[in-house]
């Protein structure tokens, strides 16, 4: 079974995620093909998507919702799996809870088998200027959150939900 792994990312925090997902069902023997949203990757291309975005400003990065509303046939076809990496997801108040991941699956076309919202980092060396002033504007914890080995073990967890 071919699983595709696309990725949206700023600054970098998703693309380790998405990677730790593609090491991990690799290693269970699965094919995997791990792709950056930019590159536009073709779904319909395999059995199952693993579709990770990172977030700003309470949504996913418009690469991917334009990637998932350009594919929304193919991906609809096919199990598809859905993570995010956010700052937020970091806060225990928010309880997994992250808006942009409900906003997008309200109009996705297409029901994943299984959501997760992970912690991933914010690193002021990794963004723009303008994004850093904004960042310090709202006082936005800084730090890398990212939990890898809960991240592989999500992997291990939905892979069998994958097989159509
Ligand atoms: C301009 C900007 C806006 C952001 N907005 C949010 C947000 O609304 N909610 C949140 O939880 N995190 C927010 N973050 C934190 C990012 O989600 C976090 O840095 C994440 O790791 C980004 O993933 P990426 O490195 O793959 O781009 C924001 C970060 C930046 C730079």
Aim: net charge negative.
């Amino acid at each position: 079974m071919s699983i595709l792994v696309a990725y949206a990312t700023h600054t970098g925090a998703t693309r380790t995620l998405a990677e730790t997902i593609a090491e991990t069902l690799t290693a269970q023997g699965c094919e995997v093909a791990l792709a950056d949203i930019a590159n536009d990757p073709d779904p319909g291309a395999h059995e199952a998507v693993i579709l990770g975005s990172g977030i700003r400003m309470d949504a996913l990065e418009k690469s991917a919702i334009a990637w998932a509303d350009q594919h929304r046939e193919q991906l609809a076809g096919r199990p598809v799996a859905l993570f995010t990496c956010s700052g937020s997801a970091a806060d225990p108040r928010k309880e997994g809870k992250q808006k942009g991941t409900d906003h997008f699956l309200a109009r996705a076309g297409f029901t994943p088998v299984a959501v997760r919202n992970f912690p991933g980092w914010v690193i002021l060396d990794k963004m723009a200027l303008h994004e850093r002033a904004l960042m310090r504007t709202l006082r936005t914890p800084l730090g890398d959150f990212r939990d890898l080995p809960a991240v592989a073990a999500w992997a291990r967890e939905i892979s069998p939900l994958l097989v159509a």
